[in-house]
Structure formats: structure tokens, C-alpha cells
């Protein structure tokens, strides 16, 4: 058996060998932002630059999203994710004529994605390995334009909003055992490189309809029931609640109104709301969505109108895996040039992703890298080093990869082994189906 350091310098140098095709195609995806299960020129752009590196892509894994595999072996399998994804910021001086950026960093992903696997795949280091890997790009981690996800979901495409949970339920996660990713932020301290594990709220998703009445606005006024004036009830409402939160909760309710009536003239009779109700625990969540769905209800009753509140789980909360966090510290140390004091050893955040949900029921390292500048999701954000950007987290996800496989998968069988689920499979796909569900309540029956 070769030696594993040598097997990582001989991954490195693939990696730096293909710096440009990494570089261009993290660069390309940029170019054509796509929202969540929207992404068919970015999967087509993913699966062009794995062919073009010798590697057959297997596509269409989640809806969009595509994937290259290691042949089935015996001992376990490690996922590594890059998201397709991007997010709506009109703001931004690149955005899409539709508003659509990459101001999430998901096309560094794919081609820190496409990095790792060209290092481990392309080397040969592969064959002094246990195990399997997947390299997956993988789509809707951004959670948003409910009414799309609704439509795919009513069709029997598609029955999550995010593509990881979409991936599992139609089993693509089955053989997986670990699942490893990158994020990028900027380093709000000076001297830090990463962030090495991290830990987010989960959430709940409500698509809110309230029903009222129409009627001439001039005319006769007092004929209408206004949906408008029940949603903006309701959201008073709702910041009144803030205070029945617990700090350490991490509550955070974000609403937005994405429909607000037809003619100024006319009582609007349907206003439509998208609502997450976030916090940093199963439990927390719940009683939070509680209390939104009282402060609805409580706008519909007041104006004696009807509420229809349509909500799934969103995501789960993320508890990182510390083990897998510390081998990819160590790699940086070791081949990434940090020293001790170069990390954010524990990120706790309000934001949310669908990797949440595997963390429940698998290890999953979370990392946030560097090389952007800007604050996540706005107008600032930027590619600021294509080196500590696009290369570097590459190199070091494949050195994780080979940390995780060499001698027997001895380092991968002792994290799986130790690692405590929260869910089975089933157990979490039917959670989540108990807890998605429309509820009308009618004020005007009161």
C-alpha cells in the first residue's frame, strides 16, 4: 500500500494540473444562474466537464443534477456535493435579466465538486482506496419560488422542495455513509481561512392563501371581506410574537407577500403569502409554527375572512460531524497553509440548507472556505481569490476523501460507527409526511 501522503501529493498535482479547467467551469456556471430544479443548463454544463475530464455522468438524479460514481465495493461510501443552484438578487451588477446570481457561491461549489473528483478519479489513488466515493452536483439548496416547487410536487415530479431530500427519497443516498461539503463566505476575522464545522437553524415552509371577498373599493366597501388587510393583520401579529422566542432558539419568521390583490378599485379578495418559520431545533420549530399559524388565523378572524395555510418541512436543523471537520482542518494545516490559528473552529448560524436534513440521518461535514468578498445572498457579494475560492477547498475535500478510505476505510468505519442518527430513512420520510399538510380555517364562520 502506497503511502497516504503520497497518494494526496499525487492528488494534488491532478488538481493543479486541471487548475483551468476548474477555474472555467465554476466561471461558465456563473454566466447562467438557474433556481432550484430550474437547473438544466448548469446540470448540462457539470456533466460536459466531467465527460470532457474521462468521467461518464449519470444525470437527471433529483429531477436535475447529475453525478459520476466509483464502481459498488465493499467497505463505505462517501458523497461530496456541489449545489446548482443560484439565488434572486435584482441588486447585483451581474444578475440575470430575471434577477438570478450566483451571490451563494454554489458555482464555486460545482467546481470545487469537479476539482475533487478529477484529483481523486483522474490520479489513480483511487485504486489504493476502500470503499466508494460519489461525486454529486446536486440541485435546490436555495429555498425559494414555492409556487414552481408546488406545481412539480402537484405533477408527481418532484416531492421535496430541496434536492438533497429529493435525492434520498428516490434513494440515491441508500449506499452513502458520509456526505462531505464546502460553502463560501468571507472570513469576517482577519487571518481566518475556513470555517470547519457549522451549525444552522431548520425550518418549515407555509404558502398562505387568504380568502376574502371582492367588492368595488369606491362603491360599496363595507361588501368586500380584504384578504389585504387579514395578511397585514397577520403579520403585526407575528411581530408581536418575536418576544415569546427564545434567544437561544434562534427563531427567525421571514414573510413576503407574492400577491397583494388585482385593481386598486376592487376589495382584493386573495392575497398569498411564502412564510419560513426557522430555529435551531425540531422542537423549536414546531412551537414556532404554532404560534405563526395562531397569528393567521387571528388575521382571518378579525376581518372574518378564510386562511388556508399550506406547510411542509423545510429543511432540518445541521449539526456538523466534528470528526470529519478536524480531518479537513488537519489537511489544511498539513497541505493548505494554515497553521493553528487560521480557523473558525464552530459556526452556529440562523440560515438553513437541506444538508440539514442528511445530518440527521449520516455524518455530514459542513465547511465554510474562503476567497469571497461580501455579505451572502447581497448585491456585495464576489469571487475575490480564484485560488482560495475554487482550488483549494477541491484539493482539500479530496484529501478528506483519502483520509476517510485509506487503510480498510479504517477512519470512515470508526465515524460511521460512532455517529448516532436521529432518523432512518423511513423514519424521516415519514416525519416529514406527518408534518406536511393544508389547514383552512374560516373566520367567517365565527
Not at 44 to 49: I, P, S
Not at 354 to 379: E, F, N
Not at 418 to 430: N, V
Request: proline residues 3%.
Amino acid at each position: 500500500m502506497a503511502d497516504i501522503n503520497e497518494l494526496k501529493r499525487r492528488c494534488l498535482a491532478e488538481i493543479d494540473a486541471r487548475r483551468e479547467e476548474i477555474i472555467a467551469l465554476g466561471e461558465d456556471v456563473y454566466k447562467t444562474p438557474e433556481l432550484g430544479f430550474k437547473e438544466f443548463k448548469t446540470t448540462a454544463r457539470v456533466a460536459e466537464a466531467f465527460r470532457a475530464a474521462g468521467l461518464e455522468p449519470e444525470t437527471e438524479i433529483a429531477y436535475t443534477g447529475c453525478k459520476v460514481s466509483t464502481p459498488e465495493a465493499e467497505g463505505p461510501r462517501v458523497a461530496v456535493m456541489g449545489e446548482l443552484d443560484c439565488i434572486v438578487c435584482a441588486e447585483h451588477p451581474d444578475c440575470a435579466p430575471n434577477g438570478n446570481i450566483h451571490a451563494c457561491g454554489h458555482n464555486v461549489q460545482l467546481a470545487n465538486l469537479f476539482g475533487s473528483a478529477v484529483g481523486i478519479l483522474k490520479s489513480g489513488v483511487m485504486d489504493q482506496l476502500s470503499g466508494g466515493v460519489d461525486f454529486i452536483a446536486i440541485p435546490s439548496e436555495e429555498c425559494a419560488d414555492f409556487e414552481y416547487r408546488d406545481g412539480l410536487i402537484d405533477k408527481g415530479e418532484i416531492a421535496f422542495y430541496g434536492g438533497k431530500p429529493e435525492y434520498l427519497r428516490r434513494g440515491g443516498l441508500d449506499k452513502v455513509d458520509i456526505v462531505l461539503q464546502c460553502h463560501m463566505l468571507e472570513m469576517a476575522e482577519k487571518g481566518k481561512l475556513c470555517t470547519v464545522s457549522t451549525d444552522t437553524n431548520g425550518f418549515i415552509a407555509k404558502t398562505v392563501r387568504f380568502i376574502g371577498v371582492g367588492s368595488h373599493a369606491g362603491f360599496a366597501p363595507s361588501e368586500g371581506v380584504n384578504a389585504l388587510n387579514m395578511a397585514q393583520l397577520a403579520l403585526n401579529n407575528i411581530h408581536a410574537l418575536r418576544e415569546t422566542f427564545r434567544d437561544e432558539d434562534k427563531v427567525r419568521v421571514s414573510a413576503i407577500i407574492t400577491e397583494g390583490g388585482g385593481l386598486v378599485n376592487v376589495v382584493p379578495s386573495s392575497v398569498r403569502m411564502e412564510i419560513m418559520v426557522r430555529a435551531f431545533s425540531l422542537e423549536a420549530m414546531m412551537d414556532a409554527s404554532r404560534k405563526v399559524d395562531r397569528a393567521m388565523k387571528a388575521g382571518a378572524l378579525a376581518i372574518g375572512g378564510k386562511v388556508e395555510i399550506n406547510q411542509k418541512i423545510g429543511y432540518m436543523p445541521l449539526k456538523a460531524d466534528r470528526r470529519l471537520s478536524r480531518l479537513y482542518r488537519s489537511n489544511m494545516i498539513a497541505f493548505g497553509g494554515a497553521d493553528e490559528d487560521s480557523f473558525v473552529e464552530v459556526y452556529q448560524t440562523a440560515g438553513s440548507t437541506d444538508l440539514g436534513d442528511l445530518s440527521q440521518l449520516m455524518p455530514c461535514m459542513h465547511v465554510w472556505a474562503g476567497g469571497v468578498t461580501g455579505g451572502l445572498h447581497t448585491k456585495d457579494y464576489r469571487l475575490a481569490d480564484p485560488e482560495t475560492a475554487y482550488i483549494l477547498p477541491a484539493k482539500m475535500l479530496a484529501l478528506t476523501v483519502i483520509d476517510l478510505l485509506y487503510n480498510g476505510a479504517e477512519e470512515a468505519k470508526s465515524i460511521v460507527a460512532a455517529y448516532k442518527p436521529a432518523f432512518t430513512k423511513e423514519s424521516y420520510l415519514e416525519f416529514i409526511k406527518a408534518h406536511s399538510r393544508v389547514d383552512l380555517f374560516d373566520g367567517s364562520a365565527l
